[in-house]
Antibody
Framework: EVQLVESGGGLVQPGRSMKLSCAASGFTFSDYYMAWVRQAPKKGLEWVASISYEGSSTYYGDSVKGRFTISRDNAKSTLYLQMNSLRSEDTATYYC??????????WGQGVMVTVSS | QITLTQQAESLWISPGERVSITCRASQSLLYTDGKHYLSWYQQRPGQTTKALIYHASVRTDGVPTRFIGSGSGTEFTLSIEHVQPEDFAIYYCLQTLKSPWTFGGGTKLELK
């Protein structure tokens, strides 16, 4: 059974950093592109970033480019999102998702990130 | 960037009815491989987000046949025939033709 479990969220002050993790199981992690998607409270979904099989290629949404870094450790079957220079508008639930044929076929339950002083 | 518009924020329906949710793209989502890079997702409280349809019309594994994706170019529709109680949820379309990938604003199916 495919499982994606996010962790590392919480309350952080504006301008500070936070790193999210997503532990994957139930499939061969290195065989899939992976991604992060977020959802601000009471709002819609927003694609944040994607990463290729070995991590050599990364892609970012305009609102996080230059501040967030997506990475992966295939030996640990874990996806990461390093978030720097956080802003109040980054407050959201962050979902880890698996990519297949350029759609998100599995999603995690999400982890909440609150940026506030 | 490509904008996806889901005109209806909410749709009120009764169980057993048929409903159609539309998603309009600001440019064609047809790629040179002949596929439309448009997918549909369902969000229900307490559940993980579920992929329903990809390439505009292909159901994902295990999705009931009452969910039907259709459309081409810039106009797409997710239809649900004989709506079941568990179908009351929020539905999103997503384009992955061009970066940045973008979602529609979502359509909430509500009980009439």
């Amino acid at each position: 059974e495919v499982q994606l479990v996010e962790s590392g969220g919480g309350l952080v002050q504006p301008g500070r950093s936070m790193k999210l993790s997503c532990a994957a199981s139930g499939f061969t992690f290195s065989d899939y592109y992976m991604a992060w998607v977020r959802q601000a409270p009471k709002k819609g979904l927003e694609w944040v970033a994607s990463i290729s099989y070995e991590g050599s290629s990364t892609y970012y949404g305009d609102s996080v480019k230059g501040r967030f870094t997506i990475s992966r450790d295939n030996a640990k079957s874990t996806l990461y999102l390093q978030m720097n220079s956080l802003r109040s508008e980054d407050t959201a639930t962050y979902y880890c998702a698996r990519l297949k044929l350029r759609y998100f076929d599995y999603w995690g339950q999400g982890v909440m990130v609150t940026v506030s002083s | 960037q490509i904008t996806l518009t889901q005109q209806a924020e909410s749709l009120w329906i009764s169980p057993g009815e048929r409903v159609s949710i539309t998603c309009r793209a600001s440019q064609s989502l047809l790629y040179t491989d002949g596929k439309h890079y448009l997918s549909w997702y369902q969000q229900r409280p307490g559940q993980t987000t579920k992929a329903l349809i990809y390439h505009a019309s292909v159901r994902t594994d295990g999705v009931p046949t009452r969910f039907i994706g259709s459309g081409s170019g810039t106009e797409f529709t997710l239809s649900i025939e004989h709506v079941q109680p568990e179908d009351f949820a929020i539905y999103y379309c997503l384009q992955t033709l061009k970066s940045p990938w973008t979602f529609g604003g979502g359509t909430k199916l509500e009980l009439k």
